[in-house]
């Protein structure tokens, strides 16, 4: 697939990124360790953009540790893009959550990146599945 979704689901966030020489790697282009920093750091601005910071998750019983990124890298970003990250959730079960990633590169709208994450909504005293609250499931149900 190299065109992002036709239409983005209701409750998609989006993160803007200009690729910085940091970012950059021994074949210049953006380095993959990267790709999966900028996935991490957009799923945690989408949560606190809703009022979930960690603590309020904590607060709410859990918090949500990774068990699986998947990433298909469609074409290569380089030092100067500007890029457009967008993200939203599928809807929740029990103690599982799937988010989904779309990365487009401004200049030409060429999709860059998909990916997903696999959440669990844990109990961060016992380390155990927990079942998500509603007040998360319902922020962030799709459309």
Known sequence: MST?????????????ILVAKDDIDG??????????????????????ALGFTFDRFRELGGVFVVRRHEIDYIKSALLGDELTMYTW???????????????????DQKLILEGKTYWAFINPNTGRPTPIPVDITEAFAPN
């Open 4 to 16: 992002m979704k036709t239409e983005l689901p209701k409750n998609h966030f989006k993160k803007t």
């Open 27 to 48: 074949l210049n282009h953006v380095n993959n360790v990267v790709y999966l920093k900028w996935m991490i750091d957009v799923a945690i601005g989408h949560c606190e």
């Open 89 to 107: 959730s599928e809807p929740m079960e029990s103690s599982r959550a799937l988010r989904i990633y779309q990365l487009m590169r401004e200049s």
